[in-house]
């Protein structure tokens, strides 16, 4: 019966369905193409994303990797305590506003900021200064010494420092030199003051 339906067909009907069959085979391709092409757009977009977490990667691995990444500090009051002028020690406090103070500053302010002279219910630890003051290293600023030191115990190893300078303890000698150096020094140079002590 299909076959027979099929021969009686008009030309008209024969040339709808000859532009029927166009029209799909010319929309296959055009899917085909299309598919092709947002493939490669997914591809490049992709590559991309991929492209650009490696390189975030490689920056955080090369941030904790570098052993000559150092930062600068221009001011180095910003690690002292602003009320006593010591370096801060942990734990740090501050106040609503931001106030910073060393734990002996803050209990002599009994619940008053020390800075701002506002009270003070609770008491706010500074966690970021108190990494940042953790993490500082400074040079011993004495010559010859080459110790990187921490901040917060710099006034002690100045104190121990083997190079640390000391001056004469006899009056109007102003001569500087080693501790080892010193005894030397009065005992040679100093020895009439040395008798009237």
Not at 54 to 83: F, G, M, Y
Not at 100 to 106: G, K, N
Not at 135 to 143: E, F, H, L, T
Request: proline residues 4%; contains cysteine; aromatic residues 8%.
């Amino acid at each position: 019966m299909l076959m027979m339906d099929f021969i009686n067909l008009t030309s008209f009907d024969m040339f709808m369905i000859g532009s029927l069959l166009l029209v799909a085979f010319v929309l296959l391709i055009i899917y085909i193409f299309l598919n092709i092409q947002i493939k490669k757009v997914i591809d490049v977009i992709n590559l991309s994303i991929i492209m650009d977490l490696t390189v975030t990667a490689n920056k955080r691995l090369a941030r904790k990797t570098s052993a000559h990444a150092s930062v600068a500090l221009l001011d180095q009051d910003v690690l002292e305590c602003p009320i006593c002028c010591e370096p801060l020690k942990i734990p740090i406090f501050q106040c609503i506003n931001g106030h910073l103070a060393c734990t002996p500053c803050w209990k002599k302010g009994k619940n008053i900021c020390p800075s701002c002279q506002k009270p003070v219910k609770y008491e706010f630890r500074c966690r970021a200064m108190e990494k940042v003051v953790e993490a500082a290293r400074v040079s011993c600023p004495n010559a010859g010494c080459k110790k990187n030191i921490s901040y917060t115990n710099l006034s002690s190893h100045e104190g121990q420092c083997v190079f640390a300078q000391f001056y004469s303890p006899i009056r109007d000698c102003n001569y500087s030199c080693l501790s080892k150096d010193l005894f030397n020094h009065v005992r040679a140079n100093h020895r009439a003051a040395l008798r009237g002590l």
